[in-house]
């Protein structure tokens, strides 16, 4: 398998444009996840999906983050508009029981709003 | 509010001797810790975890330790190698079976040939 794959793997953007962060999980896996790495705060939990439902959003920094996961091999993290405090790198991760902790990760995008 | 604390950012060990990677938390409901390594450019892969009716978990070289009265966890690295260098990330999930993993910031980790 592939493994998580995330694209793209860069983003340079400015300030209030909108940005699509994409995730394809690995095959077979039913929960999904969405983290922000940041110096400050570490990695930080965003969003997670289980069979592509939201489970648990209490991450998202604000209204002008979502995320969807219309089937199972796709999903998105949008910010829009986006703000220069956003320059994180985004990392979505896959795994594959619900109880299961061992979550996979994709490589990343680094998000650059200027 | 950090649930999860590392408190050295960075620690700097030679070949062949022990790296002591230490993690302390707040949450008495976590009850599931893991390690996570990241190198440059990847995302984190799993390292090793240990459940909270353990103290000790080994697996080659890494042995995860758990003090649950003193809510604090390390790594233990032996012999270390240069391709030990990355980052460390220390993770714990409550109780009750989520999925919710929350990360301390992480140590990087570095050992000189």
């Known amino acids: 398998d592939a493994g998580v794959i995330q694209s793209p793997r860069h983003e340079v953007t400015e300030m209030g444009q909108e940005v699509t962060l994409r995730c394809k999980p690995i095959?077979?896996?039913?929960?999904l996840f969405w983290y922000r790495q940041t110096m400050m705060r570490g990695l930080e939990l965003l969003i997670y999906?289980?069979?592509?439902?939201?489970?648990?959003d209490s991450g998202m920094p604000e209204d002008r983050f979502s995320a969807k996961m219309p089937n199972a091999s796709f999903s998105t993290l949008k910010i829009q508009p986006s703000e220069p405090r956003d320059s994180a790198v985004y990392f979505c991760?896959?795994?594959?029981?619900?109880?299961?902790?061992?979550?996979?990760f994709g490589q990343g995008t680094r998000l650059t709003v200027v | 509010d950090q649930q999860v604390k590392q408190n050295s950012p960075s620690l700097s060990v030679q070949e062949g001797r022990i790296s002591i990677l230490n993690c302390d938390y707040t949450?008495?409901?976590?009850?599931?810790f893991l390690w996570y390594k990241k190198y440059p450019a990847e995302g984190p892969t799993f390292l090793i975890s240990?459940?909270?009716?353990?103290d000790k978990n080994e697996d080659g070289r890494f042995t995860v330790f758990l003090n649950k009265s003193a809510k604090h966890l390390s790594l233990h690295i032996v012999p270390s190698q240069p391709g030990d260098s990355a980052v460390y990330f220390c993770?714990?999930?409550?109780?009750?079976?989520?999925?919710?993993?929350?990360f301390g910031k992480g140590t990087k980790l570095t050992v000189n040939p």
């Open positions: 999906f289980n069979n592509n439902v939201p489970i648990d």
């Open positions: 949450n008495s409901m976590f009850d599931y």
């Open positions: 991760a896959s795994s594959f029981a619900r109880d299961s902790t061992e979550a996979f």
């Open positions: 095959s077979g896996h039913n929960s």
């Open positions: 993770a714990a999930r409550k109780q009750g079976g989520s999925e919710k993993l929350v």
């Open positions: 240990i459940s909270s009716i353990k």
